[in-house]
């Protein structure tokens, strides 16, 4: 991780993705499905966004649920036991419950024994934030095995009375098992980022400690979706193009390459318009870019490495490939990796 400066420091061990997992719920909201409940159409969504349908959990099944499944595939793929996960970092701004964390639930169902937990609330930028300290961890040789998550079920705080986000916004779960090798391939360089100041650009209002849930029931209800996510989604547009490109340039330049030697981007996929304006910045071909968003529409901290699981497991991402990851979010944060895979 460097904020700026070219990194010439080669540790001595780096975090490789030894293996991946995902899992969506059954459950399809079209975008016909989403026409008949607030004034929207096909054409505007498809056109304006990319998404085509997304997934959507059952009030029965929780991120916990989700993530267990990804994580068990995940495991099973690295051949590891519940017991060898020595760190298990989850990003979700959509826990089971407030307290205790998703990260500790997961950590109790699949009896991860020998595991330190800690959830990540760094929105759609939450997994590769994980994937960012997993790396600092492993590098630092404190530690060998670390699962890192993304995980939503967005559709508990997407207000479907607002067609200016109910059409974005699906539920998933992913996984990444992070293991430390001697060689030089894995997390070559990671960037995080901030600016706390356009906070309510992306926002709950109501939920939290400064307004509680209670005291908005007691002073009249919770009428327009104020317990649901509010955006202003034009000016989120215009902070996501350019911090994912700075995020993309920054990484590429710490680990001394060239747009041309990246193999893939996986981006956060919360807009088709949104990867192809910061895509062509970078300069990087379509046949050289990660789309899933039509299938699942924006899954926050479960969409990188959603998007990552089906890369590889279709084939697009081989040994030795240089795997671009970018994400944004509330926050506003935002975030990128380079992965030697
Ligand atoms: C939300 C988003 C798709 C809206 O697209 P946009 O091109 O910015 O559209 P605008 O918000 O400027 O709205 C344009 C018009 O479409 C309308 N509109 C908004 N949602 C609509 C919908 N679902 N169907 C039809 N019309 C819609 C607006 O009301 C507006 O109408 P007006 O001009 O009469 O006022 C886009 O801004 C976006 O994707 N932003 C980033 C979202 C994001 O990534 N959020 C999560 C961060 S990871």
């Known amino acids: 991780m460097d904020n700026g400066k070219q990194n010439n420091f080669r540790p001595r061990y ?10 969506t719920p059954p459950d399809v909201l079209t975008n016909a ?4 409940m607030v004034d929207t159409s096909d ?11 997304r997934r959507i959990a059952s009030k029965e099944m929780s991120g916990v649920d989700m993530s267990v499944k ?8 690295a051949g590891w036991a519940p017991e060898d996960v020595q760190l298990l970092i989850v990003g979700t701004v959509t826990p089971d419950y407030r307290l205790p964390s998703n990260s500790c639930v997961i950590q109790e169902r699949m009896g991860l024994v020998n595991a330190g937990t800690m959830d990540i609330a760094a929105a759609c930028a939450g997994f590769i934030h994980g994937l960012a300290i997993a790396s600092a961890f492993i590098e630092s040789g404190q530690l060998e095995r670390i699962v890192v998550v993304g995980v939503e079920k967005l559709s508990s705080i997407t207000n479907y009375k607002d067609r ?6 699906g539920d998933g779960a992913g996984a990444t098992a992070v293991e ?6 894995g997390v070559l360089a990671s960037f995080l980022k901030s600016d706390g100041r356009l906070g309510k650009l992306l926002w709950i209002p109501v939920g939290g400690t400064v307004a509680p849930y209670q005291e908005a029931m007691r002073n009249g209800g919770i009428n327009n979706g104020e317990d649901c996510l509010a955006m202003n989604g034009s000016e989120v547009f215009k902070h996501a193009v350019r911090q994912m490109g700075d995020a993309a340039l920054n990484v590429i330049k710490q680990a001394n390459m060239t747009t041309e030697d990246i193999n893939l981007v996986v981006p956060h996929q919360a807009n088709i318009r949104i990867i192809e304006a910061v895509t062509k910045r970078l300069g990087v071909p379509d046949d050289r870019v990660f789309i899933n968003i039509e299938k699942y529409g924006n899954t926050s901290s479960a969409s990188v490495p959603l998007a990552l699981d089906e890369a590889r497991r279709s084939g697009r991402i081989k040994d030795g ?3 671009l990851m970018i994400a944004f979010g509330g926050g506003l944060t935002w975030a990128a990796a380079l992965v030697n895979w």
């Open 14 to 23: 780096r975090a490789r993705i030894k293996a991946t997992g995902s899992f």
């Open 33 to 36: 499905d989403l026409e008949r």
């Open 43 to 53: 054409e505007w969504i498809t056109t304006r966004t990319g998404i085509k349908e």
């Open 70 to 77: 990804a994580v068990e595939i995940a495991l099973s793929d």
């Open 164 to 169: 200016g986000t109910c059409i974005l916004f």
């Open 180 to 185: 430390r090798t001697e060689e030089d391939r």
């Open 321 to 323: 490939d240089n795997v």
